[in-house]
């Protein structure tokens, strides 16, 4: 939680710092401010109510509703920095229907089953957040080569250099992706890649 904290206060300060930015970059930077916000909350949440220590289940409930938009704030945030405003719209319109399926799972359960114990209702959140936070993690890299190979096109030189940062932090983006859906079901698990998750972050 402290460092998702400390991303949030620093994304948060750096406006002070950096007064002379683009729209487009405010955006993005606002937008990594909400997912480090709700990455806290989560963790707050998770302390203090202890759904991670009642159950994995319960836990990984907790951790697809909060998890879900914030993977997408952070991707969109990335995706908004390379993409044109048709493709922008597309993956909005993913997301907004990714995070309300998995709303809708939530609330039909817990109307089904009375209770926070939903078994068909969990399984039905993690397909849908499986499936979303691959598209989260391969569609920015898509969309960054993309948008690479027709610059490259049109000014006829290498511009790998231009696009180095922007590809390390995609990359960082899509191992964490990758690793997510693999670790909020099992505590150990995530006792284990949890730290490495923290230092890719960093």
């Given at each position: 939680?402290?460092?998702?904290?400390?991303?949030?206060?620093?994304?948060?300060?750096?406006?002070f710092?950096?007064?002379?930015?683009?729209?487009n970059?405010?955006?993005?930077?606002?937008?990594?401010f909400?997912?480090?916000?709700?990455?806290?909350?989560?963790?707050?949440?998770?302390?203090?109510?202890?759904?991670?220590?009642?159950?994995?289940?319960l836990?990984?409930?907790?951790?697809?509703?909060?998890?879900?938009?914030?993977?997408y704030?952070?991707?969109?945030?990335?995706?908004?920095?390379?993409?044109?405003?048709?493709?922008?719209r597309?993956?909005?319109?993913?997301?907004?229907?990714?995070?309300?399926?998995?709303?809708?799972?939530?609330?039909?359960?817990?109307?089904?089953?009375?209770?926070?114990?939903?078994?068909?209702?969990l399984?039905?959140?993690?397909?849908?957040?499986?499936?979303?936070?691959?598209?989260?993690?391969?569609?920015?890299?898509?969309?960054?080569?993309?948008?690479k190979?027709?610059?490259?096109?049109?000014?006829?030189?290498?511009?790998?250099?231009?696009?180095?940062y922007?590809?390390?932090?995609?990359?960082?983006?899509?191992?964490?992706?990758?690793?997510?859906?693999?670790?909020?079901?099992?505590?150990?698990?995530?006792?284990?890649f949890?730290?490495?998750?923290?230092?890719?972050?960093?």
């Amino acid at each position: 939680m402290t460092v998702m904290a400390l991303m949030a206060l620093l994304l948060f300060s750096s406006r002070f710092f950096q007064p002379h930015t683009t729209l487009n970059y405010e955006k993005s930077r606002w937008l990594l401010f909400t997912a480090m916000l709700l990455a806290v909350v989560h963790y707050l949440l998770q302390i203090f109510l202890g759904f991670r220590a009642a159950s994995d289940e319960l836990g990984a409930l907790v951790n697809m509703l909060f998890y879900t938009p914030a993977v997408y704030l952070v991707s969109y945030a990335s995706l908004r920095m390379v993409s044109d405003r048709k493709h922008k719209r597309l993956y909005m319109l993913v997301g907004f229907v990714s995070v309300a399926l998995i709303l809708v799972c939530f609330v039909v359960g817990y109307i089904c089953y009375r209770s926070l114990n939903m078994p068909v209702a969990l399984r039905s959140m993690a397909v849908v957040f499986y499936i979303s936070v691959f598209y989260y993690a391969f569609y920015p890299l898509h969309e960054l080569f993309r948008v690479k190979q027709l610059v490259e096109n049109e000014t006829g030189g290498d511009i790998r250099q231009f696009f180095i940062y922007m590809r390390v932090g995609m990359a960082v983006l899509f191992m964490i992706c990758i690793t997510v859906p693999f670790v909020i079901f099992s505590l150990k698990v995530l006792s284990i890649f949890g730290p490495i998750i923290l230092v890719l972050l960093v």
